[in-house]
């Protein structure tokens, strides 16, 4: 197969189908390092302090929040939209990159997709802990209850419950169904014990068959076909909790595709983040190359520059349409008592990607490390920016207020961190962190050693 | 009754597999099955594997769950208990599209799911039947079921003539796992 010389080969290093499998279940093969259980135990300390936090909330109620009559949505809200944006690049390397026949996204589509799961985890709590007593969560479903009433389908909130749970439900099937594959490979690999008896029940009995895989194919294929409208469908419905209402600096009609953009813009973010301590912490400098950085750092820079489009548009719709509400909703974001937020906002997705555009910093590993912790601080101040600073200075002056967060909101985020973080040390212990079967269908075209060899497998 | 013995060759590149499948299908030997650790292409066709009908099923239940969702939402707000929202009407297309949309995709996905862990008969605690544990690693293998003691010799010289690098013998129920 012709490779153009230009195309840096995806797989580095001379790698036969066996080095794949190897290298990718060394990690999970003998104990876990030091540093492993200095993470989980930082992780479990995290999550065990967000559980107290929400010990506080649901035993003291939702006034042990810093949220007054004025300011309804704070950190909670804040919180929830981020996650659910944290999300959004995994469904979108495994979906829409694989409509697009992106090949470089085989090496970081799994752990993004895990991240996915982890991430809706996460935000999912916010809203359930918002309503202050939990089991008022059973009634966002519409199921024949003893008032014989229904929910309100007319309400974005309750599109929210649609939309959440079914990108859960899709997002873990698509990812399950791709890693049954791998997990097999794993079952193969492990000698008796109980280990292979636990990976023989998860691989479900998958074996390889020609028959299989293409049915195995053709249903990814379509999985991916309905993840792609499905994840810019999750973000445009979170954006019309605010879009629908008639706050200003809410009531755009660019929030569908501007939060959209940021959703991605954020994921990538954070899976570079993650992948850039985890290629190098699991020896994978050969499977996650600064090709793939690069190609992710593209990414940012296409959906930072959205956001930053969005951003300017919103300004001069603010400006333009006269509305004197929408014009001073944005010159109190940038010059009210929380302009700190907006200006965080700002230099953390506006200027800083823009960086990208040398080559030299796009391929530097710790430049990309910096750059994506700074958007991932500036997006959690984009939607804080949003939502606070829209709502401390509604209609009536007299309700004017300030809020600021108190411990046990600090506490929960802290805990869902915790959670974020414990599942993903357990996900890299427990399966493989990279699709084994996806690189050994690219290897032929882009592994090193094939394109030299002229495509040839050689034991 | 059918027999247990198989044999297998085993390959390692997919290349040698395809021109070494079509040389045992040349001398009328049909096969089994093909064990190979990622999606070869071209193997669908030489095997004579039809398409697979799942994507019909996705849409099929796909068309379904959405149907189900608008006709549910549109029977709350007209029939079981309508509700005046400032007098906007009844029946409010528009709002009732995000619903009628994830529905659909989650039923389409679950049928998909589910249809391919039933068709081809895999799921949670189903027998393993291994013919050589490194086909999920770099072995592309080729598996022809012995009906008659007499083929044996005949299948292994075709294999080992068709480019088969390791040909042997196996009787998978010894190999089998039952969990």
């Known amino acids: 197969m012709y490779v153009s010389p230009l195309r840096e080969p995806l797989v580095t290093g001379a790698k036969s189908y066996k080095d794949v499998t190897d290298d990718i279940t060394k990690p999970m093969e003998g104990k876990p390092g030091k540093l492993w259980y200095v993470g989980l135990a930082t992780a479990l300390l995290a999550l065990g302090f967000g559980g107290f936090a929400i010990y506080v909330t649901v035993w003291e109620g939702i006034g042990s929040w810093g949220l007054n009559r004025t300011i309804g949505w704070g950190w909670g809200i804040t919180n929830f939209v981020w996650w659910v944006g944290i999300g959004h690049a995994g469904t979108f390397i495994s979906a829409i990159l694989l409509l697009f026949r992106q090949k470089w996204r085989t090496s970081i589509n799994r752990s993004a997709e895990a991240m996915t799961i982890f991430a809706v985890m996460c935000a999912g709590l916010f809203p359930l802990l918002h309503m202050g007593r939990l089991p008022l969560g059973f009634f966002v479903f519409p199921y024949p209850n003893t008032r014989d009433l229904w929910v309100n389908f007319n309400s974005p909130l309750l599109w929210d419950v649609f939309a959440i749970s079914t990108y859960f439900t899709v997002s873990l099937l698509f990812w399950y169904m791709g890693l049954i594959p791998d997990i097999a490979s794993i079952r193969d690999r492990l000698k008796d014990g109980i280990r292979k008896q636990i990976y023989t029940v998860l691989s479900f009995g998958w074996t390889g068959s020609a028959r299989h895989w293409s049915r195995h194919e053709s249903m990814s294929l379509i999985l991916a076909g309905l993840a792609a409208p499905l994840v810019l469908s999750v973000h445009s419905i979170v954006s019309m909790d605010f879009a629908t209402s008639v706050i200003p600096g809410w009531h755009t009609t660019i929030f569908p595709p501007y939060f959209v953009a940021g959703a991605v813009f954020s994921g990538f973010a954070m899976v570079l983040t993650l992948m850039i301590i985890t290629r190098k912490a699991l020896n994978l400098e050969n499977y996650i190359t600064v090709g793939h950085v690069e190609s992710m750092n593209k990414v940012i820079i296409a959906t930072g520059s959205i956001v930053g489009i969005a951003y300017l548009t919103e300004l001069f719709m603010a400006w333009y349409s006269g509305v004197v509400y929408e014009r001073y909703a944005f010159v109190n974001r940038a010059f009210g008592p929380y302009w700190w937020a907006y200006w965080i906002m700002m230099t953390c997705n506006v200027i800083t990607p823009q960086l990208f555009w040398f080559k030299k910093i796009r391929r530097n590993l710790a430049a990309t490390f910096v750059i994506s912790i700074f958007v991932n601080i500036g997006m959690w101040f984009e939607r804080f920016v949003i939502i606070v600073t829209s709502l401390h200075r509604d209609f009536l002056p007299s309700s004017w207020a300030m809020y600021s967060p108190t411990w046990v909101e600090v506490g929960v985020y802290i805990g869902t961190f915790g959670l974020f973080f414990t599942m993903f040390f357990l996900f890299i212990r427990f399966f493989p962190v990279i699709a084994i079967s996806e690189i050994k269908s690219v290897l032929k075209s882009s592994g090193e050693n094939f394109i030299k060899k002229g495509g040839r497998n050689e034991k | ?179």
């Open chain 2, 1 to 179: 009754m059918k027999s247990n013995k198989f044999i297998t060759g085993v390959y390692w590149d997919d290349k040698d597999l395809l021109t070494g499948i079509k040389e045992i299908q040349d001398k009328g030997i049909s096969i089994f099955d093909v064990r190979t650790p990622f999606p070869v292409h071209g193997l669908d066709d030489v095997l004579k594997i039809k398409r697979s009908r799942l994507p019909r099923l996705g849409f099929i239940a796909g068309a379904l769950g959405g149907v189900l969702a608008f006709y549910f939402q549109m029977w709350v707000f007209t029939q079981s208990w309508p509700i005046n929202f400032g007098g906007k009407p009844y029946l409010s297309v528009p709002s009732f599209i995000p619903v009628t949309f994830e529905l659909a995709v989650l039923f389409a996905a679950i049928s998909l799911v589910f249809g391919f862990l039933i068709r081809s008969g895999i799921g949670p605690g189903a027998p393993v039947i291994i013919f050589d544990e490194r086909t999920t690693d770099d072995a592309f293998l080729v598996a022809i079921q012995v009906n008659d003691e007499s083929e044996v010799s005949n299948i292994t010289e075709v294999l080992s003539s068709a480019g088969a690098e390791e040909v042997k013998q196996v009787e998978p129920s010894k190999t089998e796992q039952d969990v």
